[in-house]
């Protein structure tokens, strides 16, 4: 098993910042990518980005530029650092973590953007 534990959602105003953690406990020798997604309600869950072990990222279109995914392996952490955040931005935003079986969530933390 593996859990997961996200902070530093917030209230932040267009243009503004907010740096998101991802805290990975458990079974974390299992993971193999890492990755943040999101969900306004009664909309599909997006992905916004993920990172492997080896570091590789992929970005969703709409974050390419503002957002940056990175990775502490020795603190079992996943960071969102977003920046020029608009109002689209806002939306819950969950922790995810996959391994060759199983795909772990966190609980989510609420990221609201005013314009």
């Known amino acids: 098993q593996v859990q997961l534990v996200e902070s530093g959602g917030g209230l932040v105003q267009a243009g503004g910042s907010l740096r998101l953690s991802c805290a990975a406990s458990?079974?974390?020798?299992?993971?193999?990518?890492m990755a943040w997604t999101r969900q306004v309600s009664g909309n599909e869950r997006e992905l916004v980005a993920e990172i492997t072990n080896g570091g590789s990222t992929n970005y969703a279109d709409s974050v390419k530029g503002r957002f940056t995914i990175s990775r502490d392996n020795a603190k079992n952490t996943v960071y969102l650092q977003m920046n020029s955040l608009r109002p689209e931005d806002t939306a819950v935003y969950y922790c995810n973590a996959r391994t060759i079986v199983h795909g772990y969530w966190g609980q989510g933390t609420q990221v609201t953007v005013s314009s």
């Open positions: 458990g079974r974390t020798y299992s993971i193999n990518t």
